[in-house]
């Protein structure tokens, strides 16, 4: 699961500029799906056809990440950013990025702004140039730049880098796409890598309508209430696959979390219950296509989320799959 995390992490994929992360990605699932397209919006679709019996089953992770667009660029060669996506500055300050055409910089605090004060007009992007025009030639209005990738491995199973919302989303779809590759099952299975979730669950919106799932999941990454400080909550590293009931954008299929926590149960997985009291997933976007579905999430508990270095126990996203597999099997 590390490599193969490392791998989807590396493409580059802030929301809007997803091509990259899709591409390598294709690579990933393609021998274990029958058919890989990318639609309209972006949104990379890879399809193991049933026998014609059954549903349509759509399971889903956002490919994209947040990031740096730039704006404007100063007589001394900073650039002025706006943010792609939910951006905590003060978790930012003096991070390494990278524009889609590789050119590294750092952003950084405007001089004597005091943290309480952070915000994306405070900040810039220093790519060492000496001026204007030597940043012109790097740069131009309109790139788009991202905290650099990289996965390390920390203690046990606990890794940190980025970026890891949601490309452990992804790696655990093609894990699961793996899986199920050889198994004979009525439903058609839609892998989906959904574009622009971070700035509104865009790409699975769009999927979802076309797609019109009886049933869906989302992967993604969610907060936790085991470091000191933290608001109070129920998830913790390494404590199984967070089975979602509520965040701030959904109230999850009660039947479905009673039958995932049933699965977990006899396949004997580890798992978590999981109420987040802010913030969405695609999972919203999935229930409400055309006429609905039974829609649900696992997730991953993260720790420091929007941040240059999220935090995450491997086993955790191993529950995600074990449990999907297991459920699928059942239902077919």
Do not use: W
């Amino acid at each position: 699961m590390l490599e193969l995390l490392r791998k989807v992490s590396s493409a580059h994929g802030v929301s809007g500029f997803e091509k990259k992360a899709a591409e390598t990605i294709r690579g990933l699932i393609a021998d274990y799906t029958d058919e890989q397209y990318t639609d309209t919006l972006g949104n990379l679709i890879a399809v193991k056809r049933g026998n014609g019996q059954g549903r349509k089953v759509m399971l889903c992770a956002h490919m994209d990440e947040i990031g740096f667009m730039v704006t404007f660029i100063e007589e001394k060669g900073q650039l002025c950013i706006a943010p792609v996506g939910g951006i905590s500055f003060a978790a930012s300050s003096y991070d390494r990025v990278m524009s889609e055409k590789g050119v590294r910089g750092l952003i950084v605090p405007r001089g004597g702004v005091k943290p309480a004060d952070y915000s994306a007009d405070k900040f810039y992007i220093d790519i060492g140039a000496k001026n204007r025009k030597e940043a012109e030639k790097k740069v131009k209005i309109g790139d788009v730049f991202r905290f650099e990738a990289d996965v390390v491995r920390l203690c046990g199973k606990r890794v940190c880098g980025h970026p890891l919302d949601d490309r452990i989303g992804c790696a655990i779809l093609i894990e699961i796409a793996k899986a199920l590759a050889n198994e004979k099952i009525n439903d058609d299975i839609y892998y989906v890598f959904s574009v622009q979730e971070e700035v509104g669950l865009r790409g699975s919106k769009t999927a979802a309508y076309a797609i019109a799932p009886e049933l869906s999941l989302a992967y993604d990454v969610t907060a936790t209430g085991d470091v000191p400080g933290d608001t109070p909550m129920a998830c913790s590293l390494g404590d199984g696959a967070a089975i979602k009931i509520k965040d701030n954008s959904v109230i999850c299929d009660p039947t479905l979390v009673e039958e995932l926590v049933d699965i977990a149960k006899k396949e004997k997985i580890k798992y978590q219950l999981e109420i987040l009291t802010y913030g969405g997933t695609d999972t919203a976007s999935m229930q409400m296509a055309r006429a609905g579905s039974r829609a649900c999430a696992l997730s991953v508990p993260s720790r420091y989320i929007h941040s240059g270095n999220e935090m995450l126990d491997l086993d955790d996203a191993i529950a995600c799959v074990d449990l999907t597999v297991a459920y699928i099997k059942s239902i077919n």
